[in-house]
């Protein structure tokens, strides 16, 4: 039994020693300042930046601005008092659908994410 507790002893002064290590925290900070300084060499591409906003934020945006030069060309051809809001309506009805559509996307690219 002493050798026993005199191994426990030597694994507790091993394990002070290490939480204790006075240069543990200049480490990470230079790991993390390192990891820092990489990604700040990288350069910026539009398209992986593009391609970081979720689906959920991408189509509608997409779909508002499409729905406003429909409804402007839409109104500018049929000559009608009603035109601006059948317009109108149409890009609301859209949007609404590519936020489900952009959802649906957003959950399918996290499912492949957590699969892997």
Same mark, same amino acid.
């Not at 700040?40 to 509608?60: A, C, R, W």
């Not at 559509?101 to 492949?112: M, Q, V």
């Given at each position: 039994? +002493?050798e $026993?507790?005199s @191994?426990? #002893?030597?694994?507790?002064?091993?394990?002070?020693?290490?939480?204790?290590?006075?240069?543990a925290?200049?480490?990470?900070?230079?790991?993390?300042?390192?990891?820092?300084?990489?990604?700040?060499?990288? +350069?910026? $591409?539009?398209? @992986?930046d #593009?391609?970081?906003?979720?689906y959920?934020?991408?189509?509608?945006?997409l779909?508002?601005?499409?729905?406003?030069?429909?409804?402007?060309?839409?109104?500018?051809?049929?000559?009608?008092?009603y035109s601006?809001?059948?317009?109108?309506?149409?890009?609301?009805?859209?949007i609404i659908?590519?936020?489900?559509?952009?959802?649906?996307?957003?959950?399918?690219?996290?499912?492949?994410k957590?699969?892997?």
């Amino acid at each position: 039994m +002493p050798e $026993s507790e005199s @191994e426990r #002893l030597k694994r507790l002064r091993e394990k002070q020693l290490t939480t204790r290590d006075p240069l543990a925290h200049e480490r990470k900070f230079q790991r993390n300042s390192s990891v820092k300084e990489k990604r700040m060499q990288k +350069p910026i $591409s539009l398209k @992986e930046d #593009l391609g970081k906003i979720p689906y959920s934020v991408k189509l509608p945006i997409l779909v508002f601005m499409l729905g406003v030069i429909g409804t402007i060309i839409f109104s500018s051809l049929w000559v009608s008092p009603y035109s601006l809001y059948v317009g109108a309506g149409a890009t609301v009805v859209a949007i609404i659908f590519s936020v489900v559509f952009g959802n649906a996307l957003d959950l399918r690219d996290d499912i492949k994410k957590h699969l892997k």
